[in-house]
């Protein structure tokens, strides 16, 4: 399984990005997609995962009610929604495939940096 992030860029305090993380290879064993981040000198931090199949999401408490996860399985692409974007959110942003059968988020992609300026 190959993943590739984008749509990182510098925004300004309360703004919106949106990350996309496209997906290939044994798409159709994938359980879970999550987004996580690791901010500089800061251990990386779960954000938002969803259950591919299912669309059930759930979020870290602190992005729930500014980001949203979502997925289409047609274009094998997750997606971050971040609205009222804050100087503590700026970190690489990685997206990560638990696939079934396996234990944890084992599938990684390169990450993508999302700056926000205060």
């Known amino acids: 399984v190959q993943l590739q992030a984008s749509g990182g860029g510098l925004v300004q305090d309360g703004g919106s990005l949106r990350l996309s993380c496209a997906v290939s290879?044994?798409?159709?064993?994938?359980?879970?997609m999550g987004w996580f981040r690791q901010a500089p000198g800061k251990e990386r931090e779960f954000v938002a995962r969803?259950?591919?199949?299912?669309?059930?999401?759930y979020y870290a408490d602190l992005v729930k009610g500014r980001f949203t996860i979502s997925g289409d399985s047609a274009k094998n692409t997750v997606y971050l929604e971040m609205n009222s974007l804050k100087p503590e959110d700026t970190a690489v942003y990685y997206c990560?495939?638990?696939?079934?059968?396996?234990?944890?988020?084992?599938?990684w992609g390169q990450g993508t940096l999302v700056t926000v300026s205060s």
């Open positions: 969803i259950v591919w199949s299912a669309g059930i999401t």
């Open positions: 290879g044994r798409t159709f064993s994938i359980y879970r």
């Open positions: 990560a495939a638990h696939m079934s059968g396996g234990s944890r988020f084992d599938y």
